[in-house]
């Protein structure tokens, strides 16, 4: 049993009533640090791009990052695409519940064929490329999509482990990733190649970073997969751990990282 697996389970437990769903999306907040970085990327690009703005959520899964959106502005318009159905339909629903529709509406989309000129003041594509193998023409439909001055957000793993392979011949414990990961000169020369300029690369989950990984993610989820009755020591094993993994995730968000398994990507049409 692997991440994504795992992730799917939980959020198809939590799915069906929105103040669970609400609550999940908080708890992927705080135990994800690829949430801590973007959601202060989101704030500070919120600034940029002002209240009244169109947002497209590139690959918006269950809905975490698009519902956090909602909530930076009550002006904004923000479309989320997916390629899988069952995602699109759930979120819509999820999204009706809350009498978010007015504003916020979720599409089947293949974001290799997805363009919309002129459209976006800010598209954010969040643990998505590493899925995609022709990026470069998803880099030239984000530009296309974008307004002029529209920024494009991305968050994806590096090539220094970020798929969870450190050698040539280890198995990633998370599945479906066409490349291991991103070199940082790699991923700036096909974001120039598809026209954006003013590229700004930060690297997350140096150390601490993942060390929180290890103790909040891939250890009780390797437990699992080993037996199910680690659901019950669970709550037990966070209610020990959880503290010590909040800390190790602020500390990586306040330190520079010469090195480190994730990209924070922002880049200017």
């Given at each position: 049993?692997q991440?994504e697996?795992?992730?799917?389970?939980?959020?198809?437990?939590?799915?069906?009533?929105?103040?669970?769903?609400?609550?999940?999306?908080?708890?992927?907040?705080?135990?994800?640090?690829?949430?801590?970085?973007?959601?202060?990327?989101?704030?500070?690009?919120?600034?940029?791009?002002?209240?009244?703005?169109?947002?497209?959520?590139?690959?918006?899964?269950?809905?975490?990052?698009?519902?956090?959106?909602?909530?930076?502005?009550?002006?904004?318009?923000?479309?989320?695409?997916?390629?899988?159905?069952e995602?699109?339909?759930?979120?819509?629903?999820f999204?009706?519940?809350?009498?978010?529709?007015?504003?916020?509406?979720?599409?089947?989309?293949?974001?290799?064929q997805?363009?919309?000129?002129?459209?976006?003041?800010?598209?954010?594509?969040?643990?998505?490329?590493?899925?995609?193998?022709?990026?470069?023409?998803?880099?030239?439909?984000?530009?296309?999509?974008?307004?002029?001055?529209?920024?494009?957000?991305?968050?994806?793993?590096?090539?220094?482990?970020?798929?969870d392979?450190?050698?040539?011949?280890?198995?990633?414990?998370?599945?479906?990733?066409?490349?291991?990961?991103?070199?940082?000169?790699?991923?700036?020369?096909?974001?120039?190649?598809?026209?954006?300029?003013?590229?700004?690369?930060?690297?997350?989950?140096?150390?601490?970073?993942?060390?929180?990984?290890?103790?909040s993610?891939?250890?009780?989820?390797?437990?699992?997969n080993?037996?199910?009755?680690?659901?019950?020591?669970?709550?037990?094993?966070?209610?020990?751990?959880?503290?010590?993994?909040?800390?190790?995730?602020?500390?990586?968000?306040?330190?520079?990282?010469?090195?480190?398994?994730?990209?924070?990507?922002?880049?200017?049409?």
């Open positions: 049993m991440y697996p795992i992730k799917r389970s939980l959020g198809r437990l939590f799915k069906d009533k929105p103040f669970f769903r609400i609550f999940f999306y908080k708890l992927l907040d705080i135990l994800l640090l690829r949430a801590w970085y973007v959601k202060r990327e989101l704030k500070i690009i919120k600034k940029l791009i002002g209240k009244n703005s169109s947002i497209l959520d590139a690959g918006s899964g269950f809905g975490q990052y698009t519902y956090f959106l909602s909530t930076l502005s009550k002006e904004s318009s923000i479309t989320g695409i997916d390629i899988e159905e995602q699109i339909q759930d979120c819509n629903k999204i009706h519940k809350i009498g978010y529709a007015e504003r916020i509406k979720f599409s089947k989309a293949d974001i290799i997805f363009v919309k000129p002129d459209e976006y003041n800010l598209i954010i594509s969040v643990d998505v490329m590493e899925h995609i193998t022709d990026d470069v023409q998803v880099f030239k439909n984000f530009y296309q999509s974008l307004k002029p001055g529209g920024i494009l957000l991305i968050s994806t793993p590096s090539d220094q482990g970020g798929s392979v450190h050698d040539d011949n280890e198995k990633s414990f998370i599945a479906e990733h066409v490349r291991d990961g991103y070199n940082i000169g790699d991923i700036q020369e096909k974001l120039k190649t598809a026209g954006f300029s003013n590229i700004i690369t930060k690297y997350s989950y140096g150390i601490p970073g993942q060390i929180s990984w290890k103790l993610m891939k250890f009780p989820i390797t437990l699992l080993f037996s199910k009755l680690f659901f019950i020591i669970l709550p037990f094993y966070y209610l020990i751990s959880f503290p010590f993994c909040l800390l190790l995730n602020y500390f990586d968000l306040i330190i520079k990282h010469k090195r480190g398994t994730g990209l924070i990507v922002r880049a200017t049409k």
